[in-house]
């Protein structure tokens, strides 16, 4: 994604309500960000907050938390966010690679959108299906995960699935032209974008569960 530079975005996210700044206060009773026990949804790579902030104006039982590593790209998301009031919506700013210092057996499910491919072999580790991120997983799901992902690269669905697969996953759905319209879903900023450009948007569901 090009980054441009929003001037004012640490004002903007100091400002906000959505923002957990002392996320690290609440590993293992994120409950208490919501007050309630509805299962906490979670997106990594939120981008502009088109996906999340569909999915919690669309699902009111769960709470959804996004999470986003630049400043200037969350705040563009909260100035969309500027003048709603949406309760089961908070987004932090962090590093994916950090989750598991974060939350602790606590997320229901988890959404990957249009991550980069990372499509050199040497940054394969990268990816945000990568044996190093899925290890990070492992942690912060309660028993069982649950993970979605959406992406116009093949080969990025490719390495997922192989990684998936070694990894004592199951693969319960999976499209090569999915219409997220027709699946209760929410498009998000680049899946708009890759369907103007007659682009397929490739599908992957997949869920393991744990001995905890
Ligand atoms: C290609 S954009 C997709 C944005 C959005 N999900 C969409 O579909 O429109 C990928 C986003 O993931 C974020 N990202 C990539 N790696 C990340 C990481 N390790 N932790 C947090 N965010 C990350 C990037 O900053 C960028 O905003």
Redesign the pocket.
Known sequence: ?RIRNVKNAKEIIEDSNYIIDNYRDYRGRFKDVFHNNKPIYL??????G??LIGMAKKYLDINFIG????DS?VAKALLKLKDCNIPNLKIIV????ELDEVFDKEISRLYL????PWPKKRHAKRR?TSPIFLKIYEKIFAKEIVIEQKTDNIHLLESSIINFSENGYIIKEISLDWDSNLNGGVE????RKFKEMGVAVNYLRVEKKMNK
């Open positions: 994604m997106e990594i790579g939120m981008g502009k088109d996906f999470v986003e590593k630049y790209i962090i590093d994916a690679l959108n249009f991550s980069d945000l998000t900023e680049y899946e």
